[in-house]
């Protein structure tokens, strides 16, 4: 007989518990905010309506499923399973902190907070779960495959994410570095520079847009299914052994972008998760490009 499936619940701590975390007490915390001009119970009641979506979700899950709930932080230790049917209660970003840690399950995004969210990838109520978890379980037929970047090391360690991957130094002070382009890829450039973002047509409307030269009707940026990417250069600095002629580019499916690490440590890591990161020391190199997997996000 096959497994029944499995609802993986992915959450992460609200600001509300931090606080109590951090400062023991209601009082306590209550206290703190007031000193910054803040009210505990503002948060205290997006805390409450976090966890009640949390909750009405859990409670959609069919009796004979199997399910579990996994917190944002210990989501580099879950093993995920072929079987599950992952449902993101939260921001739009959990679903991206998430997504680098599957292989082809289907995602249900549940908006906890409607209003204060874009809802461009947590697009549900959880109300809705009870009809979209069976859906998922089918096969999820119109699922979105949202494109993902995925870093390679020389050593072969991988890496994949759904908005962007960041190359560069652990402070985001200046990097050294190789970069050879997928257009001329004999032609590696020596840089110096705050580091190398390579994001997907998710990514390009959050960090890459600050990023990539507005819309001139030349280049137009990639939507969230299209396999292609595009990469950035930050603040290059031009000196005589380091150059500024590969700033930006595009990479096509198959394509790729090499860096070479000139200095003692560059980190690779994807959608902010600096605490799960690849490691590069001198001399390692890292290609980037589209991954062969994309995120199955129900619609």
């Not at 409450?48 to 944002?72: G, M, Q, S």
């Not at 209003?115 to 959880?126: F, K």
């Not at 990539?212 to 990639?222: I, K, N, Q, V």
């Not at 250069?233 to 930006?248: H, I, K, N, Y």
Request: glycine share 10%.
């Amino acid at each position: 007989m096959s497994l029944a499936p499995r609802a993986v619940l992915v959450h992460r701590r609200t600001e509300y518990e931090e606080l109590i975390a951090r400062h023991g007490t209601h009082g306590q915390a209550a206290f703190f905010l007031s000193s910054r001009g803040r009210a505990v119970e503002e948060v205290a009641e997006r805390h409450r309506r976090t966890r009640r979506a949390l909750a009405d979700a859990a409670a959609a899950v069919p009796l004979r499923w199997r399910h579990t709930r996994v917190e944002r932080a210990d989501l580099d230790r879950f093993l995920f399973a072929p079987e599950d049917v992952v449902v993101v209660v939260g921001q739009d970003g959990l679903v991206a902190n998430a997504a680098k840690y599957l292989t082809g399950q289907p995602v249900i995004g549940v908006d906890a907070e409607p209003g204060r969210n874009p809802g461009v990838l947590v697009r549900h109520r959880a109300r809705d779960a009870a009809k979209l978890l069976p859906h998922a379980a089918a096969g999820a037929p119109g699922a979105a495959e949202l494109t993902m970047a995925e870093a390679v090391t020389d050593d072969g360690r991988r890496l994949r994410a759904l908005n962007e991957i960041y190359v560069g130094s652990a402070g985001h002070q200046t990097a050294r570095y190789r970069i050879a382009s997928a257009a001329n890829p004999s032609a590696p450039e020596a840089q110096a520079s705050s580091g190398v973002v390579i994001g997907t047509g998710t990514g390009a409307t959050g960090w890459l847009r600050s990023l990539w030269p507005r819309p001139d009707g030349t280049s137009r940026p990639p939507g969230p299914t299209d396999p292609r990417l595009l990469w950035c250069v930050r603040e290059a600095w031009p000196s005589p052994t380091t150059g500024t002629t590969l700033l930006r580019g595009e990479l096509a499916a198959g394509q790729r972008l090499w860096l070479t690490a000139e200095s003692d440590r560059l980190v690779v890591f994807g959608d902010g998760m600096e605490n799960d990161a690849l490691e590069l020391g001198w001399g390692q190199s890292v290609r980037a490009g589209v991954a062969e997997e994309a995120l199955r996000l129900v619609v």
